[in-house]
């Protein structure tokens, strides 16, 4: 306390330039460290707000009673309980993360996978998305020359192609593919989605990277999810007659869409009698914003993509 006290003392002892120039100095350390952290971000707070919110607009009530169950160290510590009417809600959040290398990936983006973009994005209109399927890693270690004739060899072909892969009959965002091709000059398959509407507005090419084993590891980590989630929200739903709320959020776009969550959660969620009420995805990672019904009910994410109704 003794030290606390010397400290705010020659703090008030600082003339106006002095305060500035400490703030200045803190600000930069701040920044410094900001900058040095890796990884993505998940933000579950403002994730939280944004679904209660959407239930708010669904229900036409007001939340009231807003309790933080994990700060009150309670026996089943949901991320959210509060009341829409007479009805308790209890809420869950969790983040998705994202491959193992995929820092490492981004990184390198510019000068391995950007020539390709920038060669592409402007010249397949704007109808629908095409995403080129690479392998993780397939550009590393790669000298100049060798990474200048694959990335050419890959552009001509993705021009080539991508008027050949005809229309889905409604969006799911499953996409028609082509592929896996062999492409000469190319020392891996490639293969190409046209996804319709466009998942991202504006955005009509995007590259997302392959990773061996995928499904597995997607299962294993919604598995993890699943084990550790359901268990606390239908504590709230037997206990206190709560309608529950599982909201996954996602964090990337490498790997993860609306589509490829469905379907490793439904297997996993309706095999067990204590899954919840309602389950959303959240992509963070897009702006503004979106989110998606994966199970409400027993009305999945694909019987929402055929109609226009709201979850």
């Known amino acids: 306390m003794a030290d606390l006290s010397k400290l705010v003392s020659q703090l008030s002892e600082l003339t106006v330039l002095e305060a500035t120039q400490l703030s200045e100095m803190l600000r930069s350390r701040l920044e410094v460290r900001s900058k040095a952290k890796t990884g993505l971000s998940f933000y579950e707070g403002k994730v939280c707000d944004a679904m209660v919110r959407r239930l708010e607009d669904r229900e036409q009530q007001t939340r009231t009673g807003l309790r933080w169950p994990e700060q009150e160290n309670h026996q089943f510590p949901v991320e959210l309980a509060f009341m829409l009417g007479s009805q308790l809600y209890a809420l869950e959040h969790t983040g998705i993360e994202p491959f193992e290398g995929h820092v490492r990936m981004e990184a390198q983006r510019q000068r391995l ?15 629908a998305l095409f995403e080129l399927h690479l392998p993780l890693n397939a550009l590393d270690g790669r000298k100049a020359a060798e990474l200048s004739v694959i990335q050419r060899a890959v552009i001509d072909w993705v021009k080539a192609t991508a008027p050949t892969i005809p229309k889905r009959p409604y969006p799911d965002y499953k996409g028609n593919r082509l592929g896996p091709a062999k492409v000469a000059n190319v020392p891996f398959d490639l293969s190409l ?3 319709e509407p466009a998942i991202v507005p504006g955005r009509h090419f995007q590259i997302k990277h392959t990773v061996e084993n995928i499904e597995k590891l997607r299962t294993d980590r919604m598995r ?13 739903k037997t206990n206190n ?9 996602q964090n990337d776009i490498q790997l993860t869409n609306a589509s490829i969550v469905t ?16 389950t959303y995805l959240v992509a963070s990672c897009m702006n503004p914003w979106w989110m998606w019904p994966i199970l409400v009910g027993d009305r999945s994410y694909y019987d929402y993509a055929q109609t226009d109704e709201k979850s």
Do not use: H, M, Q
């Open 113 to 127: 996978f950007e020539p390709i973009t920038d060669a592409i994005k402007d010249s397949l209109g704007t109808e």
């Open 193 to 195: 989605f046209r996804f």
């Open 224 to 236: 993890a999810v699943v084990n550790k989630k359901f268990p606390k929200l239908a504590a709230w």
């Open 241 to 249: 007659g709560a309608k529950s709320i599982l909201v996954l959020e």
């Open 263 to 278: 379907d490793i959660y439904l297997p996993l969620a309706k095999a067990r009698t204590d899954r919840p009420d309602e």
